[in-house]
């Protein structure tokens, strides 16, 4: 099993439908972050969370909201989905302990397409 | 704006050669560098990070940093069809946040 786990991997939805993307993991890392990925553009951050009660805006949050329901999971939110957010999402961890790299552990990604 | 920029390519090499690929940096204080490697369709996978000016080699790969330039590379060498793929370079900042600011990368085409 992965240790970072995404649902749904692939989800097809209509402009204004409430869309939650789910992120849990096993790694036992305090940090989560969500992404999203367009062609050409590489990964943009949208929100990050350092520990249960710390939740941080990215660079585009507009339009989006997250859960950070435990440790172990970090939900995305779109209220009100937009063709435009239609991309690649990717959760990923990373640890923030003494011995912390920086590295990113990713999930396989969520497909959404807003139509 | 922290930016990260790297040529999006594609770098297009025969099999067997070395593949260079570059990275600049805006933020002078940036403290971490690292590459990942996407196959299309696929999550990032870290491949090398550095941290210290100078070359740091991992089997068929070389990360080289010169932070005077701002800049980061990545080397490939004997590079196989398996290599194909897009090569992300991230930074993370100055002030201790940790959190990476990623390029939009690199393709890289490795053709037998």
């Known amino acids: 099993d992965a240790d970072v786990t995404q649902t749904p991997r692939n989800r097809i939805t209509k402009t204004g439908k409430r869309i939650m993307l789910e992120c849990s993991q096993t790694?036992?890392?305090?940090?989560m972050y969500w992404y999203r990925q367009d062609p050409g553009l590489g990964l943009r951050l949208i929100y990050y969370s350092f520990d249960v009660k710390d939740i941080n805006k990215g660079e585009i949050s507009d339009g989006y909201s997250v859960s950070r329901q435990a440790q172990a999971k970090f939900s995305l939110s779109l209220e009100s989905a937009i063709p435009n957010q239609t991309a690649l999402y990717f959760c990923?961890?990373?640890?923030?302990?003494?011995?912390?790299?920086?590295?990113?552990?990713f999930g396989e990604g969520s497909r959404l397409t807003v139509l | 704006q922290k930016e990260v920029e790297q040529n999006s390519g594609p770098l297009s090499v025969p099999e067997g050669a070395i593949a260079s690929l570059n990275c600049t940096y805006s933020d002078r204080g940036s403290q971490s560098f690292f590459w990942y490697r996407q196959y299309s369709g696929k999550s990032p996978e870290l491949i090398m990070f550095i941290y210290s000016n100078g070359d740091k080699e991992d089997g068929r790969f070389t990360a080289q940093l010169n932070k005077a330039s701002q800049y980061v590379s990545l080397l490939i060498r004997d590079s196989q069809p398996s290599d194909s793929a897009t090569y992300l370079c991230a930074v993370t900042p100055s002030g201790g946040s940790y959190i990476p600011t990623f390029g939009r990368g690199t393709s890289l085409i490795v053709h037998p």
């Open positions: 790694k036992g890392h305090d940090r």
């Open positions: 990923a961890t990373s640890s923030g302990t003494l011995f912390f790299t920086g590295e990113l552990f």
